[in-house]
């Protein structure tokens, strides 16, 4: 198996067990965020709990000591008792008497006091008219613990004593006893009294009329012929039953009581609560049917929500981490991989390239220290390839050295003082055969006066001579090589220009890369060790320039060399 294939195994070999650790790691974080969400819900089911069975105890004391009230009253001018009760008493509403067969004998149905008898008599006409039964609807009674307390014990208290003061108060008049009567009433509530054959005959109703509940309370006679009561006033009731509600909770915890229709009738709490919030626990309350208590939490501030987040942001960071290292090392075992192939190729070109040049001196050589050309002519065309391919041999060298030394950043700059005009000249006398083998000619554009700077000569004729004998090299076709020079105050700029056959677009960059070479057919055909134009932006960079590729109209290529005047210090 190949390098690339054994590089691409190792990552998914990394990527698939930081998958597989990620996924355990959130499916833990989910588990304990429902684990919080269960304990928040547990807990607030337990206050509730406790605010419902404080209220249901609270409504079923005030219904006690109504019914207790009502038993305490003289038979003689029942009516008139009732109804000055009835203004005294701010839990009463309405009072009633009624008789079998009879019906509503007080008040008068047919000629009410008011517009709230009225209302009254029509509200509960189904009952009196013996067309609805007086007993409720039986729910099943679930066994409960003791509530918890949720609010201070003496202010439960004394509101419940209140209550049951209030709704013990018997009119002006009629004596007050502390008798407790366990055979008047019946409660069909979670605390009702223990039963008699006679108590079955009293009780309480709920009732809804107008979408709204109603609480009528009742004593019988022995012989069930005859009824009297009283409906509660419900606002006053509820208003007093508030204080049930926890008065200090955190900021991100309420409580409400939810009427009939799921709307709040009263709420402690911060939490901003709409009929589509979801409660963590709600409980209906038996004394008030259909009315419940709700417990919410902010969503927005939900601890099992910031555990997931902050533990899913953790678990992110450290997966994106690990896939981050392990994939910049495999990259970097494949930069390595790639470098190494890369010199692999580099080394048998300039072995090739090395291997041309002497071959060539050694064959001239060996001719002329043989005495076998006799020819002056021949003589001096075989000291000039001799000299060229010498020429040659030095520039690849020192590439190589140049190489070396910037790739282990020992490359040293002398600074002097330098008339760039009068080097560029003196490099391109000696290349004048190279040019003429190739059939191209080296236009100069000098500027006047020549320009001065203070840099390094064997860096720039470096650098000169692998970008002339780039052009000489792959632009041969185009005949034509030019170098441009000017300058302004700070910079001077070098182009050398061909009309050769250019550089592919998606290339242009890349051509600076050391070992690049284009795959084209003009480089297969050209030796060379694709680091001419690597080192000469190396040298470039050294000396507190660059070199780039220049944009041109028409064929060919331009490569600009950008200096500053003063040079690198």
């Given at each position: 198996m190949d390098k690339p294939k054994l590089i691409i195994l190792a990552w998914l070999?990394?990527?698939v067990p930081t998958l597989l650790l990620g996924v355990g790691a959130l499916r833990l974080l989910q588990g304990e965020q429902e684990r919080l969400l269960s304990s928040a819900q547990a807990a607030a089911s337990d206050r509730v709990t406790a605010i419902a069975g404080n209220i249901d105890l609270a409504v079923a004391e005030v219904q006690e000591g109504l019914l207790e009230t009502i038993t305490q009253l003289p038979q003689g001018n029942l009516s008139a008792q009732l109804d000055s009760w009835q203004r005294e008493n701010p839990l009463v509403r309405n009072v009633f008497i009624w008789q079998r067969s009879v019906g509503l004998t007080f008040p008068n149905p047919e000629q009410p006091a008011s517009d709230e008898e009225a209302a009254f008599v029509r509200r509960y006409l189904p009952l009196f008219t013996d067309q609805s039964s007086w007993q409720s609807p039986r729910?099943?009674?679930?066994?409960?613990?003791?509530?918890a307390p949720i609010a201070s014990a003496n202010n439960i208290f004394n509101e419940r004593k209140e209550?049951?003061?209030?709704?013990?108060?018997a009119p002006t008049g009629v004596a007050q006893t502390n008798r407790y009567s366990t055979d008047l009433f019946a409660l069909e509530t979670e605390v009702a009294l223990p039963t008699t054959p006679q108590q079955e005959q009293n009780g309480w109703r709920s009732w809804y009329a107008d979408n709204q509940l109603h609480l009528l309370g009742w004593v019988a006679t022995s012989d069930g012929n005859r009824r009297y009561g009283v409906e509660i006033e419900m606002m006053a009731l509820l208003s007093r039953l508030l204080g049930n509600l926890p008065t200090q909770i955190s900021g991100d915890e309420t409580y409400a009581l939810l009427d009939g229709n799921g709307d709040i009738f009263h709420q402690v709490g911060n939490v901003e609560v709409v009929p589509q919030t979801i409660p963590l626990a709600d409980i209906p309350l038996v004394?008030?049917?259909?009315?419940?208590?709700?417990a919410y939490a902010d969503q927005s501030g939900d601890s099992g929500s910031g555990v997931m987040l902050i533990g899913s942001l953790l678990i992110g960071t450290f997966i994106l981490a690990i896939l981050l290292g392990g994939s910049l090392l495999l990259w970097q075992a494949y930069r390595n991989h790639r470098d190494a192939a890369q010199k692999t190729s580099f080394v048998s070109n300039v072995s090739h390239e090395l291997k041309t040049p002497l071959t060539t001196i050694r064959m001239y050589a060996e001719l002329l220290g043989e005495g076998k050309i006799t020819d002056n002519a021949k003589q001096q065309r075989y000291l000039q390839t001799i000299v060229k391919e010498s020429q040659r041999l030095t520039r690849l060298v020192g590439n190589v050295l140049d190489f070396s030394r910037l790739e282990q950043g020992r490359r040293s700059y002398q600074q002097q003082q330098l008339n760039l005009n009068l080097l560029v000249?003196?490099?391109?006398?000696p290349l004048q055969p190279h040019l003429s083998e190739a059939g191209m000619l080296l236009d100069l554009d000098l500027p006047t006066p020549p320009v001065e700077?203070?840099?390094?000569?064997?860096?720039?004729?470096?650098?000169?001579?692998?970008?002339?004998?780039?052009?000489?090299?792959?632009?041969?076709t185009g005949k034509r090589l030019q170098l441009e020079l000017d300058c302004n105050h700070d910079e001077i700029h070098l182009r050398i220009r061909d009309w050769g056959p250019g550089i592919p677009s998606e290339q242009k960059h890349k051509v600076f890369t050391k070992f690049h070479r284009i795959d084209n057919s003009l480089t297969a055909k050209q030796q060379g060790s694709g680091l001419g134009l690597s080192i000469a932006r190396q040298l470039a960079e050294g000396l507190g320039g660059s070199l780039s590729y220049c944009p041109v109209s028409g064929d060919g290529c331009c490569i600009?060399?950008?200096?500053?005047?003063?040079?690198?210090?």
């Open positions: 070999l990394l990527l729910r099943d009674q679930q066994t409960k613990s003791p509530p209550l049951r003061q209030l709704a013990k108060q004394s008030l049917p259909h009315w419940q208590v709700g000249q003196e490099l391109s006398e700077l203070h840099s390094d000569r064997d860096a720039l004729e470096q650098i000169i001579l692998n970008l002339i004998d780039n052009g000489i090299k792959y632009a041969a600009e060399l950008i200096l500053p005047i003063t040079g690198r210090t």
